[in-house]
Structure formats: C-alpha cells, structure tokens
C-alpha cells in the first residue's frame, strides 16, 4: 500500500513541477541573443564540467546532430570549447570557456529570480514546510544516485 501510494504522489509533484516548469518558461529567457536551449546547455557544462555530445543530447532529450548548430554557434562565439577524445576519437567533449562561465551565470541568476517571483505569495509557514521536504527529498536522491552509480 505504502509504495502505491508513493508511485503516486510522485506522479503527482512531478506533474505539478512540470506545470510550474511550464510558467518559468513563459518568461523570456534570453541573454545576449542565446535562446533558451544554448542557454541551458552553457549552464550544465558549467554546473556539471566537461561533457560528451551525446550526453549532452540525451540530457537535453535532442539528437546530437540536431544539437551541432547549437554547438558551432558556442563555439564560434567563444562560450564553449571542443577537445576530441584521445583515447577514443569517437567522443568529443565540450567544455564551458570562461566567456560562457559568465553567461551561464546570468542565466542562473536570471532563473532564480524567475523562481522567486513564482514563489513570492508563499505563505512563511509554507515556505518552511516546502524547505524541509525538499531538503529531505534531496538527501534521499543523492543517496540513491550515489548507489545506483
């Protein structure tokens, strides 16, 4: 009963998160001329550090092909840096440059407050409560990420 009831209010707040998600995205968000997936990409290897591109495509839920222009716009632009794998000339990594470190910031910083405008008619009490949970929730996932890594 227990985990039926779990599956479920996950299926729940993951509905309600991609509902909210939803209104974060209706704020435009676009820094220096680079659309929202340019953008997202430059934060993950700046949170994340030196990725593939093909894990960067399968994160971003595109195909790496699709995600060539984006890649060769970052790059021309001087946001992103491109190393091939020596051992393994297949894999290509991308790295954020320090151009795009500062950019990738400004679009943190820009989806904070998008984030704190959604939340500002919070109540203190639910505020708290949400924070608990949450931390909660967190400390949970990484145990699990760290186990199933």
Same mark, same amino acid.
């Given at each position: 009963m227990a985990r039926k009831e779990f599956i479920k209010l996950l299926e729940s707040n993951i509905l309600i998160l991609d509902k909210l998600s939803d209104k974060l995205k209706k704020d435009p968000l676009v820094?220096?001329?680079?659309?929202?997936?340019q953008l997202s990409i430059l934060v993950r290897l700046n949170m994340g550090g030196p990725a593939r591109l093909k894990d960067i495509a399968r994160r971003e839920m595109v195909t790496a092909p699709n995600l060539c222009a984006a890649f060769r716009k970052l790059e021309r632009d001087g946001l992103v840096s491109r190393r091939v794998d020596e051992d393994d000339r297949r894999n290509t990594w991308y790295a954020v440059t320090q151009a795009g470190q500062q950019i990738a910031v400004q679009a943190v910083d820009a989806m904070r407050a998008a984030i704190e405008k959604l939340f500002a008619d919070l109540s203190r009490e639910d505020e708290v409560a949400l924070t608990?949970?949450? $931390?909660?929730?967190?400390?949970?996932?990484? $145990?699990?990420?760290l186990t199933n890594a």
């Amino acid at each position: 009963m227990a985990r039926k009831e779990f599956i479920k209010l996950l299926e729940s707040n993951i509905l309600i998160l991609d509902k909210l998600s939803d209104k974060l995205k209706k704020d435009p968000l676009v820094l220096s001329g680079y659309p929202r997936q340019q953008l997202s990409i430059l934060v993950r290897l700046n949170m994340g550090g030196p990725a593939r591109l093909k894990d960067i495509a399968r994160r971003e839920m595109v195909t790496a092909p699709n995600l060539c222009a984006a890649f060769r716009k970052l790059e021309r632009d001087g946001l992103v840096s491109r190393r091939v794998d020596e051992d393994d000339r297949r894999n290509t990594w991308y790295a954020v440059t320090q151009a795009g470190q500062q950019i990738a910031v400004q679009a943190v910083d820009a989806m904070r407050a998008a984030i704190e405008k959604l939340f500002a008619d919070l109540s203190r009490e639910d505020e708290v409560a949400l924070t608990v949970a949450l $931390k909660t929730i967190n400390g949970i996932l990484n $145990k699990m990420e760290l186990t199933n890594a």
